[in-house]
């Protein structure tokens, strides 16, 4: 299954459509960027802004999109300006009629947000449905990513406000920005999943289980990287809570408890095998995804070790962002929950998760997958 980026550009007032096909990289719902970059003859100054962008002027498109539905195919990255988006807030014919100029239609709206960094000024544009589709603005940015990060933030606290207001969602899809010095352009992505074949059942799910599982779909399902990652580290917790329970259990019956030795792998030749006997689907293990999952401060680490001083202080910032213990609310979740941290952690901390279900459950969880990533045929065994 391939993935499509495309790139439009402007010549003699026509466009010309650009498809490229790229190779999947990264894991299955990690959010990354995808980046155009222009070269210029030989000699232009433009030549020495680095990749990511310089010091100078940007334009950022903010694309909404209806929950469940997605503007384009989720295997195609499009970097087409234009794509109109869709919301459920209705700014402009024929979604709103205005009784006392039924004549004068609206085209678009304009916000404006006052910061120590300026004034910034923001175009909503609405749909053919007059539903609001984008949100178009310039602003002075250090680089593309940086100028995607102050576009986010001066916008959000308006989606907020209006979803406060009317509940109703307002889901940023896509993040497209433009240098205007270079024309580069970065736009904000979602890797798809990949497609599975359907397993045949091995056995009986216990009630545990199904409680661990179903958090972990649920996490999945989610667009929000916070609250993906509390899942997560929920997970954790349930696991290593049960642990708890069942050496005390042993103890009592002067029984033993054990459970096998979790660290995450420290040597680049240890990362696939290690990938390999957690996930059923085989593909290749690119760079990218490689580097996102095996963090280095991570490597070489016992799961307790890294759970403990780096996921529990994560998980702890993330979930007391909006109150202290007094309740109060101390900060907007608009800052607070987009943190790069947490995109940071969250391959890694999948991981472990799968990891842990292996060991806590071997009899149910990756039951066909051996510990060399070779399937076993499960299809032969008798149901109960």
Request: glycine share 8%; proline share 7%.
């Amino acid at each position: 299954m391939g993935r499509e980026a495309r790139a439009r550009t402007a010549k003699d007032s026509q466009r010309r459509l650009l498809n490229q096909q790229i190779p999947q990289t990264g894991l299955p719902g990690e959010p990354g960027h995808l980046v155009l970059h222009n070269e210029f003859v030989a000699g232009d100054p433009r030549n020495a802004i680095p990749v990511g962008g310089g010091i100078g002027g940007y334009r950022v498109i903010l694309t909404l999109a209806r929950p469940g539905f997605l503007p384009v195919p989720e295997t195609e990255f499009s970097f087409d300006p234009d794509i109109p988006g869709d919301s459920h807030l209705a700014i402009a014919a024929p979604a709103v009629k205005l009784v006392a100029r039924p004549d004068d239609p609206i085209v678009a709206m304009t916000m404006y947000s006052e910061s120590s960094a300026g004034r910034i000024e923001f175009v909503g544009r609405p749909n053919k449905k007059g539903f609001l589709g984008r949100v178009e603005g310039e602003l002075q940015a250090n680089n593309l990513l940086d100028a995607e990060r102050r576009a986010y933030r001066t916008l959000a606290p308006a989606l907020s406000d209006w979803s406060a207001q009317l509940d109703i969602p307002l889901r940023i899809w896509r993040i497209h920005v433009t240098a205007v010095e270079t024309g580069a352009t970065q736009i904000s992505v979602i890797n798809p999943f990949v497609e599975a074949t359907v397993l045949s059942p091995t056995g009986i799910l216990s009630p545990e289980y199904r409680g661990f599982s179903s958090l972990y779909r649920e996490a999945l399902e989610s667009n929000s990287p916070a609250y993906q990652f509390l899942c997560l580290f929920k997970l954790i917790e349930g696991i290593r809570y049960r642990r708890g329970r069942l050496a005390k259990e042993a103890k009592s019956s002067g029984s033993d408890f054990t459970r096998p030795i979790e660290s995450v792998p420290e040597h680049a030749d240890e990362f696939e095998p290690w990938l390999n006997a957690l996930y059923p689907t085989r593909r290749q293990w690119d760079e990218i995804a490689l580097d996102s999952i095996f963090v280095r401060e991570a490597r070489g680490r016992r799961f307790g070790d890294v759970i403990g001083h780096e996921l529990r202080d994560l998980r702890n910032a993330v979930a007391h962002a909006l109150s202290d213990s007094t309740g109060a609310m101390t900060v907007s979740a608009d800052e607070a929950l987009h943190l790069d941290r947490v995109s940071q952690w969250i391959p890694l901390t999948k991981c472990i998760v799968r990891r842990m279900l292996k060991n806590e459950f071997p009899e149910q969880y990756l039951a066909y997958l051996r510990e060399d990533g070779t399937l076993i045929d499960t299809s032969a065994t008798e149901r109960p």
